[in-house]
């Protein structure tokens, strides 16, 4: 027997306190009516229906325990702007400036192949303009490969690497020399301020 009525589930909650819970002795939430040997939800207490001593037996019976602080959620907070969170982190966060002078990092020795193997992908499907395709045949091929097949790719990320680091130690030498140039500036323009509130 279906009701066609949906039943709530309602909290009963303690006249005294809302942040207080009622257990039986035992610490369990239900209390044995001595009359009617029913369990009833200790909170509910007031509403059965035995006789007005078993109801205040019982009430005696249950205590007092403090209410976990889990139970009240803090609000949630409205988000001052209207754009999702990912962007928001963005733009608070900052995002550092890269300097366009930097050297570029060298490429892996699969993305060394990975350019070899596209000419040859092409070659073989010219029609093919599945990007996702050309990678995945890739790294299939590149896992099957010995590292003998593999050392001509290895040799040649060497070789950009050393270059790269070449390039590296001659940018950061030349950022050295822009801080010094920018630091000597700095304290001219302060000598000079200095002069100026002297003849004053």
Known sequence: MASSQSKKRVDAVDSRAASVLLRAKDGSAFARCDDCKKNVPVALIDMHSCSLEAKIKMNLDAQVVEQASEA?????????????????????????????????????????FLDDFRKS?????????????????????????????????????????????????????????????????????????EELTDEE
Not at 72 to 87: D, L
Not at 125 to 137: A, I, Y
Not at 144 to 167: G, I, N
């Open 72 to 112: 009240k959620k803090p609000e949630r907070k409205k988000p001052k702007s209207k754009e999702p969170m990912a962007k928001r982190a963005k733009v608070e966060k900052g995002k550092k400036v890269k300097d366009p002078n930097m050297p570029k990092r060298p490429p892996t020795a699969f993305f060394a």
């Open 121 to 193: 992908f092409k070659e073989a499907n010219p029609d093919s303009k599945d990007v996702k395709r050309v990678g995945k045949e890739a790294g299939e091929k590149w896992r099957s490969m010995t590292d003998e097949e593999k050392k001509p790719y290895l040799d040649k990320v060497a070789e950009l690497k050393a270059e790269y680091e070449k390039a590296m130690e001659s940018y950061e030498a030349g950022q050295d020399e822009e801080d010094q140039a920018g630091s000597d500036k700095e304290a001219a323009a302060k000598e000079v301020e």
